[in-house]
């Protein structure tokens, strides 16, 4: 992917996943929806950096044939992410929230355990989605599908 597509990825799984997290954080917590989506938006931005610059790497260690992935290499990719992430997080958590250490947490690791499972679900699909594309923009033009 080139850094244009790795903005258009990244800046559609967080959109997808503000409607999640601003959901939650107001149904989960005694926190206005006004400081919700703060919160959301707050994260979404922190989230976005770290995911050009995870993905960037580890796209670089493993290669860019991102259709071959297994499940098990989607499964770490995910859980790698999410991990930095909280530690990233936590603290902007704590001070928006207005929480103590451990209630965020354990919050974060609803949160982990969601994303992750929802990391693995969009990148597959969006993979499946974007290698449909480029075969058919290949084809379209008669060149040799990367």
């Known amino acids: 992917m080139n850094t244009k597509e790795r903005i258009f990825h990244s800046v559609l ?6 409607v999640f997290v ?3 954080a107001t149904f989960f917590t005694d926190v206005d929806p006004k400081s919700a989506t703060g919160l959301g938006i707050g994260l979404s931005l922190i989230a976005m950096c770290w995911n050009y610059a995870y993905n960037l790497g580890f796209d670089h260690i493993f290669g860019h044939n991102r259709i071959k992935r297994t499940f098990k290499m989607r499964l770490g990719h995910g859980l790698g992410f999410e991990l930095g ?16 250490f451990w209630t ?3 919050m974060n690791i609803s949160v982990v ?3 992750l499972i929802y990391a693995i679900i969009y990148n597959w699909c969006y ?4 290698a449909r594309i480029v075969f058919a923009h290949a084809s379209a033009n008669n060149t040799t599908v990367r």
Request: charged share 10%; no cysteine; glycine share 2%.
């Open 13 to 18: 799984f967080e959109a997808i996943a503000l």
């Open 22 to 24: 601003i959901g939650a």
């Open 85 to 100: 992430l909280m530690f990233v997080t936590q603290p902007f958590m704590m001070w928006v929230l207005q929480l103590d």
């Open 104 to 106: 965020v947490f354990l």
């Open 113 to 115: 355990v969601f994303f």
């Open 127 to 130: 993979d499946l989605v974007r």
